[in-house]
T-cell receptor, first 115, second 113 residues
Framework: GAGVSQSPRYKVAKRGQDVALRCDPISGHVSLFWYQQALGQGPEFLTYFQNEAQLDKSGLPSDRFFAERPEGSVSTLKIQRTQQEDSAVYLC?????????????FGEGSRLTVL | DQQVKQNSPSLSVQEGRISILNCDYTNSMFDYFLWYKKYPAEGPTFLISISSIKDKNEDGRFTVFLNKSAKHLSLHIVPSQPGDSAVYFCAAFSYTGGFKTIFGAGTRLFVKA
């Protein structure tokens, strides 16, 4: 596709359930980022991939959060044993170049609601 | 510790007038500043950026001003149009600060026809 694609767009989970959120970046984009956006806040950095290598995971809030990008294209963000405070929009962004560029291409986000 | 702050949650402007969105930052090591625009149910889209070595960047109706001594930047939209109604995020990053871009909380702009 022409843009960054995320699925599912909406996910409702019961507390304690595991969820997986998928990101299809723009084809050929080297850099991939995951951000978490709580209601009324700006996006907050979670993790960064350069191709298949996860170079920065300093923003992951706990060890319940795990991200992977095994073949350097599609990425999955997994949240285990979801808690109510995990409710947020999870944004994926990509960029053609490696490293910090700032001018990111974002997907529409996956809105997670934990009951 | 909010490194990028947008203190106005919302702004209302008449169509045709100037919109001025403000942003303050605390980290003097930021190298690059950006503005993103976000419509409901969509992801943020890049709007305009400025390097820390410059004080102004202009792109059509959009101009960003940077005042490093005050650690302040602003986005000017002239003339404002109803289609500009959206949430605007100020963002910044440092080349030595890892791979994260730091975002403000956003300002919702309403442009009234």
């Amino acid at each position: 596709g022409a843009g960054v694609s995320q699925s599912p767009r909406y996910k409702v989970a019961k507390r304690g359930q595991d969820v997986a959120l998928r990101c299809d970046p723009i084809s050929g984009h080297v850099s991939l980022f995951w951000y978490q956006q709580a209601l009324g806040q700006g996006p907050e950095f979670l993790t960064y991939f350069q191709n298949e290598a996860q170079l920065d995971k300093s923003g992951l809030p706990s060890d319940r959060f795990f991200a992977e990008r095994p073949e350097g294209s599609v990425s999955t963000l997994k949240i285990q044993r979801t808690q109510q405070e995990d409710s947020a929009v999870y944004l994926c962004a990509s960029h053609v170049a490696a490293g910090v560029t700032g001018e990111l291409f974002f997907g529409e986000g996956s809105r997670l609601t934990v009951l | 510790d909010q490194q990028v702050k947008q203190n106005s949650p919302s702004l209302s402007v008449q169509e045709g007038r100037i919109s001025i969105l403000n942003c303050d930052y605390t980290n003097s090591m930021f190298d690059y500043f950006l503005w993103y625009k976000k419509y409901p149910a969509e992801g943020p889209t890049f709007l305009i950026s400025i390097s820390s070595i410059k004080d102004k960047n202009e792109d059509g109706r959009f101009t960003v001003f940077l005042n490093k001594s005050a650690k302040h930047l602003s986005l000017h939209i002239v003339p404002s149009q109803p289609g500009d109604s959206a949430v605007y995020f100020c963002a910044a990053f440092s080349y030595t600060g890892g791979f994260k871009t730091i975002f403000g909380a956003g300002t919702r702009l309403f442009v009234k026809a």
